[in-house]
T-cell receptor
Framework: AQSVTQLGSHVSVSEGALVLLRCNYSSSVPPYLFWYVQYPNQGLQLLLK??????LVKGINGFEAEFKKSETSFHLTKPSAHMSDAAEYFC???????????FGAGTRLFVKA | DAGVIQSPRHEVTEMGQEVTLRCKPI?????LFWYRQTMMRGLELLIY????????DSGMPEDRFSAKMPNASFSTLKIQPSEPRDSAVYFC????????????FGPGTRLTVL
């Protein structure tokens, strides 16, 4: 069975600092992995996805994530936080051949001036 | 492409009334999902369809909730009778297995039951 664990329900960084949001997954088959972002009063939007090609995936707004099979991790990073990055971030896993995507509980990112 | 369309965007109703939420998925997508989001419970999957057929409705909280997908371009989520604890934001999302199950979310319907 698939599952996703996001470490830390809230993360606070200073503007210009490194952003690191942690995600670990469980899957019985090679997974598809996603990061979504949700801004206030909006639906979720895809930031980036891993689909078994390159293990380092680049997304929108300067975010990237690295798939590490040995650690079953898919952590999201951004070198320099911007105030506009303040939002909630969801890690998600899906198995090829299935339809369902499992979402983590979300991590709310706060960016301090 | 217009994206996933949901209506209404906001709904305020009184306890006991019937509520119907509507969703138009992205054309060509073969899966549709209904989610509920609250501060207390986070994002919950209620039900999902593949090729208009309900696959898993185990997340539907009670018999008061029902969902239909009569064709590939339309789905409804109905609550009858509604209760204050149903107040939440309800999202519809669609995806295609041709695109690695990437889900595209609608803007949501904010439901308030008084």
């Amino acid at each position: 069975a698939q599952s996703v664990t996001q470490l830390g329900s809230h993360v606070s960084v200073s503007e210009g600092a490194l952003v690191l949001l942690r995600c670990n997954y469980s899957s019985s088959v090679p997974p598809y992995l996603f990061w979504y972002v949700q801004y206030p009063n909006q639906g979720l939007q895809l930031l980036l996805k891993y689909t078994s090609a390159a293990t380092l995936v680049k997304g929108i707004n300067g975010f990237e994530a690295e798939f590490k099979k040995s650690e079953t991790s898919f952590h999201l990073t951004k070198p320099s936080a911007h105030m506009s990055d303040a939002a909630e971030y969801f890690c998600a896993v899906s198995e090829g051949g299935g339809f369902k995507t499992i979402f983590g509980a979300g991590t709310r990112l706060f960016v301090k001036a | 492409d217009a994206g996933v369309i949901q209506s209404p965007r906001h709904e305020v109703t009184e306890m006991g009334q019937e509520v119907t939420l509507r969703c138009k998925p992205i054309s060509g997508h073969n899966s549709l999902f209904w989610y509920r989001q609250t501060m207390m419970r986070g994002l919950e999957l209620l039900i999902y369809f593949n090729n208009n057929v309900p696959i898993d409705d185990s997340g539907m909280p009670e018999d008061r909730f029902s969902a239909k997908m009569p064709n590939a371009s339309f789905s409804t989520l109905k609550i009858q009778p509604s209760e204050p604890r149903d107040s939440a934001v309800y999202f519809c999302a669609s995806s295609s297995t041709d695109r690695y199950n990437e889900q595209f979310f609608g803007p949501g319907t904010r439901l308030t039951v008084l």
